[in-house]
């Protein structure tokens, strides 16, 4: 029996990551609409936002499976 003291590398998750650039995003245009005469559209920016997140995380959950490591002592179910 051998143990091992090698810990998983902890790695950020996508949804985090893009939710965090969304809140950061809404928290800018406010912010600048404040300094500048800067009229937002509500509907657009969401609709904008909403789709930009989206995609990213598609992109992001895509990328994820492709670069998640592949164990060689997982052959699937065991049968015994």
Known sequence: MSTSLNRPKRRARVVTIVWGALLLA?????????????????????????VGVGLTLVAGGILSLRTRPTSEDDDGPSTY
């Open 26 to 50: 809404v928290a800018v245009l406010l912010l600048v609409s404040q300094f500048i005469a800067l009229t937002i559209d509500p509907v657009i920016v969401a609709l904008g936002l909403l």
